[in-house]
């Protein structure tokens, strides 16, 4: 049975230790806590021991979980990690404090429609298919910058950063040097990178926001 508090204490060492490697202020970088699938027998006490940030990947699943936990803890942000129908879209923009994967022009149209509506935005990072992976969400790499400008000019969106999730069977670091690449290219200085494996290549490739599950939580079942 994992200790998720003792998890969470490795974890922030192990992000101070990477950061000083990279000549990197750790407060830089922000732990999104991923706990999808955990309920809150695992959440409340790492909630306790003070993190605020947590990362959901079904809006729905967010949406019943997490509520009942705002109103006992003020000051807590939600991140959405994971890919979203056109009919979410409302639900999301009225719960999360980030969207990390604006991955398509139909989803980015709509967040627009949601932002003006609901006058309330989230922070907003678009999802890049660094692996050219059919069955993965994502903008191509090369088309990251036109997507970008898009979003920004047309749509008005306040894009900050970029997210990846590297193919499985390859190397992150390469995935990750890609992604900080694209967003340099378009004057974006967010980068939403690295999960309980690999955040520590992450960081030190830039990553500001690595997203960690498992590596707190426990193996999901
Ligand atoms: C589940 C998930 C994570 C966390 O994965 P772990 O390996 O458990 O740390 C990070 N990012 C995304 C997009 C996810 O879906």
């Known amino acids: 049975m994992t200790d998720p508090v003792a998890a969470l204490r490795e ?20 732990l999104v806590a991923v706990s999808k699938t955990y309920g809150e027998d695992l959440i409340l006490p790492v909630i306790e021991s003070g993190q605020r940030i947590f990362g959901e990947n079904r809006v729905q699943e967010a949406k019943t979980k997490w509520p009942p936990i705002q109103d006992r803890v003020p000051g807590l942000k939600l991140h959405l990690i994971g ?30 429609a949601e932002i003006k509506k609901l006058g309330r935005s989230p922070e907003l990072f678009v999802q890049v298919n660094t692996g050219e992976e059919p ?4 903008i191509p790499p090369q088309m990251t910058a036109a997507f970008v400008n898009v979003c920004r000019n047309k749509l008005e969106l306040p894009i900050t950063g970029l997210m990846c999730i590297p ?20 004057d974006l200085t967010g980068l939403s990178m690295g999960m309980s494996d690999d955040f520590e ?19 999901r079942t």
Do not use: C, Y
């Open 135 to 138: 069955q993965k969400a994502g």
């Open 201 to 219: 290549t992450a960081i030190a490739l830039g990553a500001t926001h690595i997203r960690v599950g498992s590596a707190i939580f426990g193996a």
């Open 167 to 186: 193919p499985i069977d390859e190397e992150a670091a390469l995935h990750f040097g890609l992604l900080a690449k694209l967003a340099a290219e378009s």
């Open 83 to 112: 890919p979203m129908q056109s009919n979410k879209v409302k639900d999301a923009v009225e719960l999360f404090d980030a969207i990390h994967t604006v991955d398509r022009p139909k989803i980015a149209e709509a967040i627009a």
């Open 11 to 30: 974890i922030h060492s192990r992000i101070d230790i990477a950061a000083k490697a990279a000549n990197r202020d750790p407060a830089s970088i922000t």
